[in-house]
């Protein structure tokens, strides 16, 4: 059973940084077709804010490049955002959602959210 914990979140300043982290179970994050960090904010849609391919490579929404940085480590099974230079505008639940390749196509698998608060 696949299993995603998100952790990390909180209230911070504008200006400031925060790690969002999401641990992986019942799947290797390495063998996956992609890893991606959600957010919500309320009233709003769920927007891709960030991706990391199986392979490695990694792209980002528009309004988050150069501040945020998703990574991964393979020996933790775990993916990371790196979250600096925090906006308001980037008040969210935030979301790990995972997808892996099956012999009928693609699963994909949530976490259960981590909010982040940013104060002006």
């Known amino acids: 059973q696949v299993q995603l914990v998100e952790s990390g979140g909180g209230l911070v300043q504008a200006g400031g940084s925060l790690r969002l982290s999401c641990a992986a179970s019942?799947?290797?994050?390495?063998?996956?077709?992609?890893v991606d960090w959600y957010r919500q904010a309320p009233g709003k849609q769920r927007d891709l804010v960030a991706r990391?391919?199986?392979?490695?490579?990694?792209n980002y929404a528009d309004s988050v490049k150069g501040r945020f940085t998703i990574s991964r480590d393979n020996a933790k099974n775990t993916v990371y955002l790196q979250m600096d230079s925090l906006k308001p505008e980037d008040t969210a639940v935030y979301y790990c959602?995972?997808?892996?390749?099956?012999?009928?196509?693609?699963?994909?698998?949530w976490g259960q959210g981590t909010q982040v608060t940013v104060s002006s």
């Open positions: 990391v391919t199986g392979s490695g490579n990694t």
């Open positions: 019942g799947v290797s994050i390495f063998s996956t077709r992609t």
């Open positions: 959602n995972l997808n892996s390749w099956s012999p009928g196509g693609i699963n994909t698998y």
